[in-house]
């Protein structure tokens, strides 16, 4: 019984070193990053990379071809990303690009969007408010109902009560079935929130793969389909609703390429190479010209420079991340809402 219990107390304390030691090394160590933040800049054609370097760890600017850039050099180079300092300094052109622009008409097409695939991995309540898009005041309001998708349909359930509603959820049903919509559906996506300009509902993957817009409209249903190209199936789409309407959403497909969801639903192919949602972390940084699109996998950062109209490839810039942190025991992870060990 005493071996046991000795068994029992080494077999403690080899998991508790495990665990903790590495962790305490990491904490202690804070070893230099190589990590750099980077945005194109269209004027002057490159990306212009920002790093905290040397024992002061002092910000550095420069481009791709090691030329340094003061603050100031940066500001005039992203006018778009810095335009508040810009203005508070007098400084702000008139035109980029031989385009004319203002301040408010850059504050309203700049665009930041991230997606973290802890946001994925994960249990999920699949129940949503399905705002109503077209309020009669400005505000938007919460509905007293939410809705899932079964197999058989759309049902919307009172919360109040926990019953559904039937009429309600017939018309809905019915609204996508003339659509050509198959139930049940495998990916659904909005931005449940009153705090917004305007609501666009949700983005819908069905049972077939294909993509459905359903939002509420004077409390009727709108439904419409995206026309998805031949070859094309998408797995993620993920509803954004930028202040300037832009767009409606980015959508990835088995091939991991990166598309977005147009205002006027078409299905753009972008400059990205690959984009795994359940693995990767992606930024997006853009304005009316051009867009820079990070993603993080565990090994690099890719930026990729985009053009804002149709989203080709201007340039690309690899960056490998520097790890020296000892490998450890954990039960948590950025990449997901699970615990359990993990090496």
């Known amino acids: 019984m005493r071996k046991i219990a000795d068994f029992i107390l080494?077999?403690?304390?080899?998991?508790?070193?495990?665990?903790?030691?590495?962790?305490?090394?990491?904490?202690?160590?804070?070893?230099?990053?190589?990590?750099?933040?980077?945005?194109?800049?269209?004027?002057?054609?490159?990306?212009?990379?920002?790093?905290?370097?040397?024992?002061?760890?002092?910000?550095?600017?420069?481009?791709?071809?090691?030329?340094?850039?003061?603050?100031?050099?940066?500001?005039?180079?992203?006018?778009?990303?810095?335009m508040r300092q810009l203005v508070a300094d007098g400084r702000f052109p008139d035109s980029i690009h031989g385009r004319a622009v203002t301040p408010h008409e850059v504050l309203q097409t700049n665009i930041s969007i991230r997606l973290n695939p802890r946001d994925i991995n994960g249990n999920n309540i699949a129940l949503y408010p399905l705002i109503e898009s077209m309020p009669k005041r400005v505000d938007l309001e919460w509905p007293d109902d939410m809705f899932r998708i079964t197999d058989t349909g759309i049902e919307f359930i009172k919360m109040e009560t926990n019953e559904v509603k039937t009429q309600k959820s017939r018309l809905f049903t019915e609204a996508l079935q003339e659509k050509g919509f198959s139930f049940p559906a495998l990916w659904v996506s909005g931005n449940p929130s009153v705090r917004k300009?305007?609501?666009?509902?949700?983005?819908?993957?069905?049972?077939?793969?294909?993509?459905?817009?359903?939002?509420?409209?004077?409390?009727?249903?709108?439904?419409?389909?995206?026309?998805?190209?031949?070859?094309?199936?998408?797995?993620?789409?993920?509803?954004?609703?930028?202040?300037?309407?832009?767009?409606?959403?980015?959508?990835?497909?088995?091939?991991?390429?990166?598309?977005?969801?147009?205002s006027d639903y078409r299905i753009a192919l972008t400059g990205v190479e690959s984009f795994q949602p359940v693995t990767d972390r992606l930024m997006i940084l853009g304005n009316m010209f051009d867009w820079t699109v990070s993603v993080l996998d565990d090994y690099a950062i890719h930026h990729y420079a985009l053009d804002a109209t149709d989203y080709h490839l201007i340039r690309r810039l690899d960056r490998t991340l520097s790890d020296s942190s000892l490998p450890g025991l954990h039960f948590t992870s950025g990449d997901d809402r699970f615990c359990y060990p993990r090496f």
């Open 197 to 262: 300009a305007y609501d666009e509902g949700y983005l819908i993957l069905d049972a077939q793969h294909r993509l459905f817009h359903l939002k509420r409209c004077a409390g009727r249903p709108f439904v419409h389909e995206f026309p998805i190209p031949e070859g094309v199936i998408l797995t993620h789409v993920f509803a954004i609703e930028p202040a300037a309407r832009q767009f409606r959403g980015l959508a990835v497909d088995t091939e991991n390429r990166l598309y977005v969801l147009t």
């Open 10 to 82: 080494c077999f403690i304390v080899l998991v508790l070193l495990v665990w903790q030691l590495p962790w305490l090394i990491n904490f202690l160590r804070t070893p230099d990053s190589n990590n750099t933040f980077a945005l194109y800049s269209s004027l002057a054609d490159d990306f212009i990379c920002n790093q905290f370097v040397g024992e002061d760890k002092k910000l550095h600017r420069y481009g791709t071809d090691g030329r340094e850039y003061s603050t100031a050099e940066t500001d005039s180079l992203l006018p778009c990303f810095f």
